[in-house]
């Protein structure tokens, strides 16, 4: 009995480490809302200048996000200070309206690619800062407040290739 045990733990431990995750991180809005102005902001370091890596923005969504799809502005600076910035669209809905993403009840989780067998070439401090983009249809202004959108993330993994 000590044996079957001592096994169903070290298949746990093994099933739940997950070495392939170099960098992960997430940061929530204020009150389930992200205001456009306010720019989610990573700071990461530490990270093999030869391995190439897949990175992934997260974001959690609730049922009160009124859209199919989302609109953010990643920008992505190296230690030396030059800054890439991408404009970057995502479904988060099928057309039926059942949301994209994993989790049971009204909060799901959406891993987006951001960018596939990036290498980080420079050793220090990189910055992410992400915003989101989006606006109704004729509404040039955009929305102020997201609405839905619960916790904002990313996450950085070993790529395989």
């Known amino acids: 009995m000590l044996r ?13 480490c997950d070495d ?3 960098k992960s991180d997430f940061k929530a809005t204020t009150h389930g809302s ?13 990270l093999d200048t030869l391995q190439s890596h897949q ?17 953010l502005i990643a920008a992505l600076e190296d230690p030396n200070g030059d800054t890439v910035t991408d404009t970057l669209e995502y479904l988060m809905a ?11 009840g ?5 891993k ?6 990036i290498v980080f070439p420079s ?18 202004e955009g929305d102020v407040n997201l609405e839905g959108i619960t916790d904002v993330g990313f996450e950085i993994v070993k790529s395989n290739e």
Do not use: C
């Open 34 to 46: 992200w205001n456009r102005d306010s720019i989610v902001e990573f700071n990461f370091s530490g």
């Open 55 to 71: 990175m992934f923005i997260n974001i959690r969504n609730d049922n009160t996000f009124p859209y199919s799809n989302l609109f």
């Open 94 to 104: 099928q057309p039926d309206g059942t949301w994209l993403g994993k989790g049971h």
């Open 106 to 110: 009204s909060i799901k989780e959406n």
């Open 4 to 16: 079957i045990w001592i096994a169903l733990v070290g298949v746990v431990f093994m099933v739940s």
């Open 123 to 140: 050793s220090g401090v990189y910055t992410l800062r992400l915003s989101h983009a989006m606006r109704k249809n004729g509404n040039v």
């Open 20 to 22: 392939s995750i170099v």
């Open 112 to 117: 987006l690619w951001y960018k596939e067998n």
